[in-house]
């Protein structure tokens, strides 16, 4: 089971942490990555990082604003978030991939196979 949480309302150029506990599984099994889903919108890749966490992807528009880590110990995955923008509002949503490969990072919501019920971001200008 994935548990998101972190979410909520801050102004333009806030930032915002979001966290993702994992329980029931052991987080060094998964690659892991955050989506995010605009209403209207398809849920899209927002970063993802490799069972090892030698690895970490980014879409193009959080590069260098997003950070996604994780803690193995405490089994959770983080997602920081600096200079948000109006355009960040959306449900994010974690998820975890039972890949074996210890570097790969999918970027598809295909490529998981569980998901967090998702946190609500909204970012106001």
């Known amino acids: 089971q994935l548990q998101a949480s972190g979410g909520g309302l801050v102004q333009a150029g806030g930032s915002l942490r979001l966290s993702c506990a994992v329980s029931?599984?052991?987080?060094?099994?998964?690659?892991l990555g955050w989506f995010r889903q605009a209403p209207g919108k398809e849920r899209g890749f927002v970063a993802g990082i490799s069972r090892s966490g030698d690895s970490t992807l980014y879409e193009d528009r959080v590069k260098g604003r997003f950070t996604i880590s994780r803690d193995n110990a405490k089994n959770t995955v983080y997602l920081e978030m600096n200079s948000l923008k109006p355009e960040d509002t959306a449900v994010y949503y974690c998820a975890a991939d039972p890949t074996p490969i210890p570097w790969r990072v999918g970027v598809s919501p295909n490529e998981y196979d569980y998901w967090g019920q998702g946190t609500q971001v909204t970012v106001s200008s």
């Open positions: 029931g599984r052991t987080l060094g099994n998964y690659a």
